[in-house]
């Protein structure tokens, strides 16, 4: 991967990026995506924004090597720290943790209001960005879901709006599974719903051979519970 060649996940992110949007790519590593953006599609400006030191100076260096200075700021700073209100109206965060992604949008709500979309790929937990669109009036517009090298991604896009539109009947079940995912069901999605289903049956089934303890019996709905939605799910395939 490189500023020309990005990999399948982030190309599919890039797809979402609207055309002459101002950017702000946070956890951007090499500033990869920027890069990309500003040289394939004519990207006006970019924040390209790290939180560590190497990856930073790394951003840095593929910045001026591809001579974009001009139109990327590479940035250090935790999450949406970054940026200064009103100057982008997209944001792209990719390859964090779900809960990690809600939680630097929480923490940078003051950066958000002339933001138009966010693009966001969590590699876990999906559903903490799910809830915190609903809790914060950011309409779920589109969802992808891609395999590559072996692991799962799923992509998601948010602008202001209606935060319940999408989820029309089960809102639990589309919070975990996503809206836009449950109505494609793609061979991706069965394969990790899958896998999951069957990682939630071996727990279930240690639990039962566990001292038994209120926690215990707690975990084991929990998990009865999730297998539940989710085999409703794949069964929903036409719904």
Sequence with gaps: MNTDKLSARLASVSNYVPKGARLADIG???AYLPCYLAKNEGLPFAIAGEVAKGPFQLAERNVLAEG???VISVRLGDGLE???PGEVDCITIAGMGGALIANILENGKDKLTSVKRLVLQPNIS???IRKW???NNW???DEEIL???GKIYEILIGEKGDPNKPYKKNLDMGLLVGPFLLQKQDKTFKKKWTA???NWQRIYEALEGASQSPETNEKKLEMIAKIKLVEEALKNENS
């Design 147 to 149: 395999e590559e090298d």
């Design 28 to 30: 951007s590593d090499h």
């Design 133 to 135: 669109f609903i809790e």
């Design 82 to 84: 970054v940026i200064q």
């Design 139 to 141: 309409e779920l517009i």
């Design 68 to 70: 974009l200075a001009g």
């Design 126 to 128: 999906a559903i903490s």
């Design 196 to 198: 999951e289903i069957n």
